[in-house]
């Protein structure tokens, strides 16, 4: 039987096809699987240490409305991230084509970037608020984990994303109530005077402290709207800086467009929340302060925020002229679209990133992460927790959640002392947001000794616990009042070894009253058990004293503090520190001060490194061809202004030296001028896109 003289050739043909599939499927396989295990483990690290803090934190936004913008930055990061998931991906597979290839220093300065992180993390769980301290040494610690698994280079592209890790660090309670009670203020006389020009008789009150808008209604009936903290707009103010600077940077023109992007968001917020305030107000005076208070208050915050992101994207796009899309587009290349070279990932002539050719893990790259995962490993061990966890030893939200009169087990009893429940303060619980504010008192049997006050704050998040020397000094003159009290004493002390507890010690005396008072808080976690569940909540806990005379201060202090250790002790801890942790805590200010010395150390020798390798190029230089000098010259200028592309290097060259060069000699001039160190080629990224460009080491 006679077979076709065309048959073994097609036979072959699908031979080679299913061979070049297979290798295809198998670098797609390999690349694939190096990349998700370096990205894979810069996030795993980043999550597995940073986890308990980034708990609380999502926690804290769930129930406090003054942190709840965090539960859009992690979208918010990982838009970040994709937008320039090109250039990311070209520059983690192609090592060897990024600025700090060779510099072995990169390593050891991304390791002391993360030593100094980690101690101050450390040093932060030794305060009265870890959680703040926690969270800001997480980009510090994400820039040093990029230098340390990659380079310079990645870190350069992920720069703002780092950078816009700080709006995950809660917001300080002191600039809330600094700042909101400035914008209350006005936003109230604001909204009343627009209120009295449209014919509704409106009057502001400060008699407790927050402005209320009295309005006399047409029936002679009065409607009264308390313009507190929340009302202010400083909330609709932070989330509005997080969206202004997002926009901002994804804004592609000047800079300063996006500097104007950002401070047009800031004023553009607080109009629309006293517009708000002001429909509220005329809701009020039409129709009732029930409806005012619950149907559109409810709706108005988020409709306006919504109605303002509209206006400030229209703001940039109709007024500023600028665009979120890339402005640039690509030129046609013949070599691109011809694809001459299969093997190369970049195209010759005008450098754009034409394909993956696949990317191996070299046996540095594994030194790299087992180092890192060991040391993760070793961190975890001796971790020491963000707050005492604590037992408590009733079932306190029960009679909270039944209205009952609350047990006094929750303290323990004390010699010669009788402890009772006093009250129950639900205005303050109502006004803050908290699950219980219980007011209880030791009273000594020695009539000559003076009474202790406890107060026990019980909520959700910490926002809602409030600061004494805040509350006293810093509030009044926020509001252009005198201080209420004059402050005789502040110190942090350490009431308990393991778990170690800070508590903060504050002696004052009254203004009005002329009395002193001295007062020791803290706070915990504390787990308690409600309809047969285990709920944690935070909690603060106040001892004070008014002593008789000024003199008995400090004997004062030194009472509260053994009630405090006592009440520490009775709360049992679920979870002790190692004895590692607390040496390591006790000393972290001066290890990380260590790390960061050796850090300012090696920065400074790693420049006078390069400036060494640098003049002895240009011994090199004076020795090489005129014509390598030209083109070496025509790099330095063009590097400069433009994109230093083998075409537009031609073009300069052309340019400056009035004399032609064909793109293969121009090729292999450079390749020479590359063996001896005298230029290099790079990544840049042009609107988040990878290109390949020459770079000159001499100018």
């Given at each position: 039987?006679?077979?076709?003289?065309s048959?073994?050739?097609?036979?072959?043909a699908?031979?080679?096809?299913?061979?070049?599939?297979?290798?295809?499927?198998?670098?797609?396989d390999?690349?694939?699987?190096?990349?998700?295990?370096?990205?894979?483990?810069?996030?795993?690290?980043?999550?597995?240490?940073?986890?308990?803090?980034?708990?609380?934190?999502?926690?804290?936004s769930?129930?406090?409305?003054?942190?709840?913008?965090?539960?859009?930055?992690?979208?918010?990061?990982?838009?970040?991230?994709?937008?320039?998931?090109?250039?990311?991906n070209?520059?983690?597979?192609?090592?060897?084509l990024?600025?700090?290839?060779?510099?072995?220093?990169?390593?050891?300065?991304?390791?002391?970037?993360?030593?100094?992180s980690?101690?101050?993390?450390?040093?932060?769980?030794?305060?009265?608020d870890?959680?703040?301290?926690?969270?800001?040494?997480?980009?510090?610690?994400?820039?040093?984990?990029?230098?340390?698994?990659?380079?310079y280079?990645?870190l350069?592209?992920?720069?703002?994303?780092?950078?816009?890790?700080?709006?995950?660090?809660?917001?300080?309670?002191?600039?809330?109530?600094?700042?909101?009670?400035?914008?209350?203020?006005?936003?109230?006389?604001?909204s009343?005077?627009?209120?009295?020009?449209?014919?509704m008789?409106?009057?502001?009150?400060?008699?407790?402290?927050?402005?209320?808008?009295?309005?006399?209604?047409?029936?002679?009936?009065?409607?009264s709207?308390?313009?507190?903290?929340?009302?202010?707009?400083i909330?609709?103010?932070?989330?509005?800086?997080v969206?202004?600077?997002f926009?901002?940077?994804?804004?592609?023109?000047?800079?300063?467009k996006?500097?104007?992007?950002?401070?047009?968001?800031?004023?553009?917020?607080?109009?629309?929340?006293?517009?708000r305030i002001?429909?509220?107000?005329?809701?009020?005076?039409?129709?009732?302060?029930?409806?005012?208070?619950?149907l559109?208050?409810?709706?108005?915050?988020?409709?306006?925020?919504?109605?303002?992101?509209?206006?400030?994207?229209l703001?940039?796009?109709k007024?500023?002229?600028?665009?979120f899309?890339?402005?640039?587009?690509?030129?046609g290349?013949?070599?691109?679209?011809?694809?001459?070279?299969?093997?190369?990932?970049f195209?010759?002539?005008?450098?754009k990133?034409?394909?993956n050719?696949g990317m191996?893990?070299?046996?540095?790259?594994?030194?790299?992460?087992?180092?890192?995962?060991?040391?993760?490993?070793?961190?975890?061990?001796v971790?020491?927790?963000?707050s005492?966890?604590?037992?408590?030893?009733?079932?306190?939200?029960?009679?909270?959640r039944?209205?009952q009169?609350?047990?006094?087990?929750?303290?323990?009893?004390?010699?010669?002392?009788?402890?009772?429940?006093?009250?129950?303060?639900t205005?303050?619980?109502?006004?803050?947001?908290?699950?219980?504010?219980?007011?209880?008192?030791?009273?000594?049997?020695d009539?000559?000794?003076?009474?202790i006050?406890?107060?026990?704050?019980i909520?959700?998040?910490?926002?809602?616990?409030?600061?004494w020397?805040?509350?006293?000094?810093?509030?009044?003159?926020?509001?252009?009042?005198?201080?209420?009290?004059?402050q005789?004493?502040?110190?942090?002390?350490?009431?308990?070894?393991?778990p170690?507890?800070?508590?903060?010690?504050?002696?004052?005396?009254w203004?009005?009253?002329?009395?002193?008072?001295?007062?020791?808080?803290?706070r915990?976690?504390?787990?308690?058990?409600?309809n047969?569940?285990?709920?944690q909540?935070?909690?603060?806990?106040?001892?004070?004293?008014?002593?008789?005379?000024?003199?008995?201060?400090t004997?004062?202090?030194?009472t509260?503090?053994?009630?405090a250790?006592?009440?520490?002790?009775?709360?049992?801890?679920?979870?002790?520190?190692?004895?590692?942790?607390?040496?390591?805590?006790?000393?972290?200010?001066?290890?990380?001060a260590?790390s960061?010395a050796?850090?300012?150390?090696?920065?400074?020798?790693?420049v006078?490194?390069?400036?060494?390798?640098?003049?002895?190029?240009?011994?090199?230089?004076?020795?090489?061809?005129?014509?390598?000098?030209?083109?070496?010259?025509?790099?330095?200028?063009?590097?400069?202004?433009?994109?230093?592309?083998?075409?537009?290097?031609?073009?300069?060259?052309?340019?400056?030296?009035?004399?032609?060069?064909?793109e293969?000699?121009?090729e292999?001039?450079l390749q020479?001028?590359?063996?001896?160190?005298?230029?290099h080629?790079?990544?840049?990224?042009?609107?988040?896109d990878?290109?390949?460009?020459?770079?000159?080491?001499?100018?």
């Amino acid at each position: 039987m006679a077979y076709p003289t065309s048959a073994p050739h097609g036979a072959h043909a699908v031979h080679k096809l299913d061979s070049s599939v297979i290798t295809s499927k198998i670098r797609f396989d390999r690349t694939t699987l190096m990349m998700s295990l370096k990205i894979g483990s810069l996030v795993s690290f980043l999550l597995i240490l940073y986890a308990q803090d980034l708990f609380a934190v999502f926690t804290e936004s769930l129930s406090d409305e003054a942190s709840s913008y965090v539960l859009v930055i992690p979208l918010f990061l990982a838009y970040l991230v994709y937008r320039k998931r090109k250039i990311l991906n070209t520059i983690i597979q192609n090592p060897s084509l990024t600025d700090f290839r060779k510099d072995k220093m990169v390593f050891l300065c991304g390791v002391l970037l993360c030593a100094t992180s980690v101690f101050l993390y450390w040093y932060g769980s030794y305060t009265f608020d870890p959680l703040e301290i926690h969270m800001l040494t997480l980009p510090i610690f994400t820039a040093g984990l990029i230098i340390a698994l990659f380079d310079y280079a990645l870190l350069r592209q992920l720069a703002f994303s780092i950078f816009f890790m700080i709006f995950l660090v809660p917001p300080r309670a002191q600039l809330l109530y600094g700042v909101g009670s400035v914008l209350s203020l006005t936003s109230a006389n604001i909204s009343a005077a627009i209120m009295n020009l449209l014919g509704m008789s409106s009057t502001i009150s400060l008699e407790t402290g927050t402005p209320i808008v009295v309005m006399t209604r047409p029936d002679q009936t009065t409607a009264s709207f308390g313009i507190d903290i929340s009302c202010s707009g400083i909330h609709g103010l932070i989330t509005f800086v997080v969206l202004s600077i997002f926009l901002a940077y994804l804004v592609r023109d000047k800079p300063w467009k996006k500097i104007a992007l950002v401070l047009t968001g800031l004023p553009l917020i607080y109009v629309l929340n006293i517009l708000r305030i002001s429909t509220l107000l005329a809701v009020g005076y039409n129709y009732g302060e029930d409806i005012a208070q619950t149907l559109f208050h409810s709706i108005s915050g988020l409709a306006f925020t919504f109605v303002g992101a509209l206006i400030l994207i229209l703001v940039a796009q109709k007024l500023l002229k600028t665009n979120f899309s890339k402005t640039q587009t690509p030129q046609g290349c013949q070599n691109c679209s011809s694809s001459q070279d299969v093997k190369s990932s970049f195209c010759q002539s005008c450098g754009k990133h034409l394909r993956n050719t696949g990317m191996k893990l070299l046996k540095n790259d594994v030194a790299k992460i087992v180092t890192v995962a060991a040391i993760i490993v070793l961190l975890l061990l001796v971790q020491a927790p963000i707050s005492a966890l604590v037992k408590a030893p009733t079932n306190l939200l029960d009679q909270l959640r039944l209205e009952q009169e609350p047990s006094t087990s929750i303290l323990p009893q004390v010699r010669n002392c009788s402890l009772q429940f006093e009250y129950r303060d639900t205005e303050f619980e109502q006004q803050t947001g908290q699950d219980g504010t219980l007011t209880y008192s030791y009273t000594p049997a020695d009539p000559s000794q003076d009474k202790i006050w406890i107060v026990l704050e019980i909520a959700d998040g910490t926002s809602t616990l409030h600061d004494w020397a805040y509350c006293l000094i810093t509030w009044p003159l926020n509001q252009g009042e005198e201080a209420s009290v004059t402050q005789l004493n502040l110190k942090d002390v350490q009431i308990t070894q393991n778990p170690p507890l800070i508590a903060r010690v504050f002696a004052f005396r009254w203004n009005r009253y002329n009395n002193t008072q001295v007062v020791v808080y803290w706070r915990e976690t504390l787990a308690f058990t409600s309809n047969n569940e285990t709920q944690q909540k935070n909690v603060q806990v106040n001892l004070s004293i008014y002593p008789n005379q000024p003199e008995q201060i400090t004997q004062t202090e030194d009472t509260l503090q053994k009630l405090a250790e006592s009440i520490a002790v009775y709360w049992e801890p679920l979870r002790t520190w190692t004895p590692v942790a607390l040496l390591l805590s006790k000393n972290a200010n001066i290890l990380a001060a260590s790390s960061t010395a050796a850090l300012a150390l090696v920065i400074p020798l790693e420049v006078l490194k390069k400036r060494y390798k640098k003049a002895g190029r240009k011994a090199v230089y004076i020795k090489i061809a005129d014509e390598d000098k030209r083109i070496l010259a025509a790099l330095g200028q063009l590097q400069r202004k433009n994109l230093s592309t083998p075409d537009n290097l031609k073009h300069a060259f052309q340019t400056l030296n009035n004399l032609d060069i064909d793109e293969q000699t121009l090729e292999t001039r450079l390749q020479e001028l590359s063996k001896i160190g005298l230029a290099h080629q790079t990544i840049r990224s042009v609107e988040d896109d990878p290109v390949l460009v020459w770079k000159t080491s001499i100018f």
